[in-house]
């Protein structure tokens, strides 16, 4: 049988939503006070899920302490307290809105699971406002 356990996380980082080809009157159009030149922060709240079988042996899907592990290697330690735009190698030339910032913590998550585990990540910019990915 097939059960989903998740595990929430947590960690606080600036970012500024803009495109670089864009003329500042276009990103203020489209993207207003989150175009701020001098960036503007959140409080990001996630849930990571992980579907998967029970393991006879263990009882487990996976062991949350592995889950633990890997959000605070692949997301926290890499996100936590920083300039999504300019410290983290992803956001680069990747425009950090919350869409993209799922399918990045996605797509570093998923790649240290087994891979016959589903995964779906929930991520909270606001406590209103939030996106899930779930690789498709």
Known sequence: MKVTVSRKAHFNAAHRLYRKDWNFEKNDEIFGKCNNPNFHGHNYELIAS????????????????????????????????????????????????????????YNKIKSKLDSTLKLEITLYETPRNFVSYSGE
């Open 50 to 105: 992980v579907t998967g079988l029970i393991d006879k042996e263990t009882g487990y899907v996976m062991d949350m302490k592995v889950l633990k592990d890997i959000i605070k290697t692949e997301v926290e330690d890499a996100f936590d307290h920083k300039n999504l735009n300019l410290e983290v190698p992803e956001f680069k030339d990747l425009n950090p809105t919350a869409e993209n910032i799922v399918v990045v913590i």
